[in-house]
T-cell receptor, first 117, second 111 residues
Framework: DVKVTQSSRYLVKRTGEKVFLECVQD?????MFWYRQDPGLGLRLIYF???????EKGDIPEGYSVSREKKERFSLILESASTNQTSMYLC????????????????FGPGTRLTVL | SQELEQSPQSLIVQEGKNLTINCTSS?????LYWYKQKYGEGLIFLMM???GGEEKSHEKITAKLDEKKQQSSLHITASQPSHAGIYLC???????????WGAGTKLIIKP
């Protein structure tokens, strides 16, 4: 079974702190994604990566950065946490897109509920 | 920008009853994905639909994609407490890596 793990289920940080959220997948997936989920807004893509050291901005990258030094690990960094970054953060991974086919399903981690005080 | 509208936003259903959740796009989609999320947890993949008119079933859950590939419905027959959770639809509008997502439907099953 594909397994996507996230470093913490719950995290409480203070405004201005630097926050690292880690995601690891064990299925050799090329694609990895970071989303945040807020009530009534669904999932919003922050960043995604389609290969080691490659990254692309999603819909809401402001205030975040990412790192993909190894294929299995994708880190989300909040350089200076703010209260409006309190949210549920979900990591996902998938196989790469093959021409003329549907994107593969994304496999999700359990999520990290981050509270910024 | 492309959006997915999900309805209803929340649903309370008596155990044993049937229910339907809808997901609508203003544009034709390349693919439509249904996921379920237990409260406070990650998403679990349910089904993916690609072709207009396609229908898939798994246990008591059936998903359909209309001929125009702009609307999908998720139907649960004889609902059980285990069906409770948040159902999200995701779709591929451009045949690339990025999916767009509906806001989710919160389903509560009353015993």
């Amino acid at each position: 079974d594909v397994k996507v793990t996230q470093s913490s289920r719950y995290l409480v940080k203070r405004t201005g702190e630097k926050v690292f959220l880690e995601c690891v997948q064990d299925m050799d997936h090329e694609n990895m994604f970071w989303y945040r989920q807020d009530p009534g807004l669904g999932l919003r893509l922050i960043y995604f990566s389609y290969d080691v050291k490659m990254k692309e901005k999603g819909d809401i990258p402001e205030g975040y950065s990412v790192s993909r030094e190894k294929k299995e690990r994708f880190s989300l960094i909040l350089e200076s946490a703010s209260t409006n970054q309190t949210s549920m953060y979900l990591c996902a991974s998938s196989f790469p897109l093959v021409a003329d086919t549907q994107p593969d399903e994304q496999f999700f981690g359990p999520g990290t509920r981050l509270t910024v005080l | 920008s492309q959006e997915l509208e999900q309805s209803p936003q929340s649903l309370i259903v008596q155990e044993g009853k049937n229910l339907t959740i809808n997901c609508t796009s203003s544009k034709t989609l390349y693919g439509l994905y249904w996921y379920k999320q237990k409260y406070g947890e990650g998403l679990i993949f349910l089904m993916m639909l690609q072709k207009g008119g396609e229908e898939k079933s798994h246990e008591k859950i059936t998903a359909k994609l209309d001929e125009k590939k702009q609307q999908s419905s998720l139907h649960i027959t004889a609902s059980q407490p285990s069906h409770a959770g948040i159902y999200l639809c995701g779709a591929d509008p451009d045949s690339n890596y990025q999916l767009i997502w509906g806001a989710g439907t919160k389903l509560i099953i009353k015993p």
